[in-house]
């Protein structure tokens, strides 16, 4: 009698099982690989971006989709995506540096006052929290992939300038000219144009109106009537355009990057925001990353991306902490223009922004729909909304 009690029991239980493997089908890998082989792209529009979670995931700043599909692609090729963030972060940020994105990611754009372009670029490891960047790099194209060869090969964090393209021929790297006719060109039209406009302040000859080259003014210093305006040095897609990107696998290992060429015209020497950890780019398995663009010389003294992971600590979501450092940004510096991306460690992404009217991102995970890669935009801030700092 007990023995077939104990049978009809253990029959009724892998009935049981059978029922509920079968009323809960899988996404095989195989099936997520044949949706990833052809993506499709849709723009989607909304005041203020928030998405449920959803692993493996890819996003970025902007409107470079390319580097988004590589990345993408890159990070499925294994199952969830596991051991393959750092990867899609570096192939995806060099595929905006190869193809010269908007002339602001990669070689041939945004030449210096000299006519050189210099390349900045950092890699962030979640777990490790090791960094591996570069600044002021000369003759070197691929910024990322060296930024790398930094974290991987070095106790260092960044190498900068002519040091560290020496670093980069030691690990196999090509020197060559970073400048194009296209870039020539740029730095002729603006020299002749009495090099306008420019970074120069509070120096002599007035630099609103020459070239140089400039001295201090003698005027002490506690005199001297600085002007902290912007205005006349537009910030935004066409000038100051990082790309930021940002990779999770389904077990929450996180890898964030950034490359760029830098701001138009700058002073040689200058480095801006995307290759400081906590700037430009920064990231924390238990927590979630970010990723910033926009004016970097102002961004980079508000440290915004290490200000959003940590609001996410916190318990904000990732809209509310991206609005963190635009906010804080915005209430010293009302005429400066930058976004922030956040996304928490289940996937869960937002945005935020400030002197644009809106700001576009790419991101790829797997959509409830068939489409898993799509560009996303979120309308800024305004001036009127800034009113308050957004406290974590």
Request: overall charge neutral.
């Amino acid at each position: 009698m007990y023995k077939a009690q104990y049978l009809w029991l253990v029959g009724f239980v892998l009935i049981l099982g059978s029922a509920t493997e079968r009323s809960t089908p899988k996404i095989s890998f195989t099936a997520l690989v044949s949706l990833k082989t052809t993506p499709a792209t849709r723009l989607v529009t909304t005041s203020k971006t928030s998405s449920g979670g959803s692993l493996p995931m890819v996003i970025n700043t902007w409107n470079f989709v390319d580097a988004n599909l590589l990345a993408w692609r890159i990070l499925n090729v294994t199952q969830g995506g596991l051991r393959q963030t750092r990867n899609a972060v570096v192939e995806g940020c060099t595929k905006c540096e190869k193809q010269q994105c908007d002339r602001t990611v990669g070689f041939g754009g945004s030449p210096d006052e000299l006519g050189e372009t210099t390349l900045d670029a950092m890699i962030m490891d979640g777990s490790s929290m090791d960094v591996g960047a570069v600044a002021g790099l000369r003759g070197i194209k691929d910024a990322i992939r060296v930024a790398r060869h930094v974290l991987e090969h070095t106790k260092h964090t960044m190498l900068v300038g002519d040091a560290a393209s020496q670093f980069a021929q030691a690990m196999g790297y090509r020197s060559e000219s970073l400048v194009t006719p296209e870039s020539k060109a740029m730095w002729q039209e603006w020299t002749a144009e009495n090099c306008q406009p420019n970074f120069w302040r509070n120096v002599y000859p007035d630099p609103s109106v020459s070239c140089g080259p400039y001295k201090p003014k003698p005027t002490p210093l506690t005199r001297w009537k600085e002007d902290r305006a912007r205005t006349e040095y537009a910030i935004g897609h066409n000038n100051h355009d990082t790309i930021g990107m940002i990779a999770i696998d389904v077990e929450n290992n996180i890898h964030a990057g950034t490359s760029s060429n830098g701001a138009s015209h700058k002073i040689p020497g200058r480095v801006g925001d995307s290759p400081i950890p906590g700037a430009g780019a920064y990231a924390d398995n238990e927590v979630g990353a970010a990723v910033a663009t926009g004016d970097g010389d102002i961004m980079m003294r508000f440290l915004p991306t290490l200000l959003a992971v940590e609001a996410m600590r916190a318990g904000k979501k990732p809209t509310e902490a991206a609005e963190v450092g635009i906010r804080r940004i915005a209430k010293h510096y009302k005429d400066f223009s930058g976004a922030v991306i956040a996304v928490d460690r289940l996937g869960q992404y937002g945005a935020a922004c400030y002197g644009m009217k809106e700001f576009p991102f790419v991101v790829s995970n797997p959509s409830k729909t068939d489409i898993m890669t799509r560009q996303e935009t979120v309308k800024c801030i305004t001036n009127k909304e800034i009113v308050n700092i957004v406290l974590l």
